[in-house]
């Protein structure tokens, strides 16, 4: 079955590219094997020094705050997506529980412990995190006339460790993270509380966010294109470009599958692991970035290498 699951790439590249659906083969292959791939991330996670349970604790122990964080954020407007709300990341419902949110700092801080080996969950993770927001930096430095953005927008921020990163960076800008979990806009908003984080955070759909055209200087996109199909992600690059200033930046962080493709990168079964809770991982495989990007109005379009495993698009809109 695992060599079935890895030969998806060769054996149905266009369509996997073009549906808005995964083939039935991974559906049926992911509802038997993904509580096992889960189980094994949370296991290596533990063994890389992270105390997952202890997290996972902290974060329950504030559940009527997180209640009331969830009631007073979440747009019961929103019709979620179909591939939002298939089962992904090991969870039945997706990102739409409580489980996932509460796991979504220790998730988030296991990222790059694969990426270098022996060193500390949070050295990775700041080394990853910190590598993105200097790219942007040089990027804005030498492509724009920005010289600092003052309105930043953070898409499918999470429960808001990747918009702390950029807050931290641009000190001077105003920052707002955007989730189409509410679960994830809650416990961004509690983080936000306990750590003086002055971060803007709301339950919004990225393919339609409802913010006045040309307001941000910045839009960053952080792991999230991998979890799209086609479709979606080009709604919503038209619709970051349609909230970004002429002159303004998008960032997309994301899996490179050009390293991806090499040998040795991951082991196989951490590859299977992976693939196995990511319904449109394959199709993401066979996206060009870049020419999405200039479909969607961007120019001086640059791919940055991040990190071992990921890269770092960059556009100014025309």
């Known amino acids: 079955m695992y060599i079935l699951l890895l030969l998806f790439p060769t054996i149905y590249s266009f369509n996997l590219l073009m549906s808005d659906r995964p083939p039935p083969l991974w559906k049926s292959l992911s509802s038997k094997l993904k509580g096992k791939a889960r189980n094994w991330f949370i296991d290596r996670a533990k063994k890389e020094g992270i105390n997952w349970d202890y997290m996972v604790t902290q ?64 050295t990775t993770q700041n080394w990853l995190r910190y590598n993105i927001t200097n790219n942007i930096k040089t990027y804005i430095d030498k492509s724009t006339l920005i010289s600092n953005p003052y309105e930043i927008l953070d898409i499918g921020c999470s429960v808001g460790i990747s918009s702390e990163y950029i807050y931290n960076a641009f000190k001077t800008s105003t920052v707002t993270g955007i989730d189409l979990s509410p679960y994830f806009i809650a416990e961004a908003k509690l983080r936000s509380e306990y750590y003086g984080f002055n971060i803007d955070y709301f ?32 709604n919503i690059l038209n619709e970051i470009n349609r909230i970004t200033y002429p002159g303004g930046v ?69």
Not at 269 to 283: L, M, N
Request: net charge negative.
């Open 203 to 234: 339950h919004r759909n990225a393919e339609y966010t409802h913010f006045d055209s040309n307001k941000f200087n910045l839009v960053t996109c952080n792991f999230i294109m991998h979890e799209l199909p086609q479709k979606a992600t080009k």
């Open 59 to 122: 974060s329950t122990n504030k559940m009527k705050r997180l209640h009331f964080l969830y009631n007073d954020s979440i747009d019961h407007t929103i019709e979620y997506p179909e591939y939002y709300t298939q089962p992904f990341h090991g969870y039945d419902t997706g990102n739409l529980n409580w489980l996932s949110a509460h796991e979504g700092e220790p998730a988030t801080l296991s990222m790059a412990v694969n990426y270098w080996k022996g060193v500390n969950p949070i």
């Open 250 to 318: 998008i960032a997309i962080t994301d899996l490179s599958p050009r390293e991806l493709k090499k040998d040795g990168i991951f082991s196989v079964f951490t590859q299977w692991a992976f693939e196995v809770t990511e319904p449109h991982i394959y199709g993401y495989y066979e996206r060009d970035i870049k020419l999405l990007l200039q479909d969607a109005g961007y120019i001086n379009i640059e791919e940055v290498k991040n990190d071992p495993i990921n890269s770092i698009w960059l556009g100014v809109k025309k």
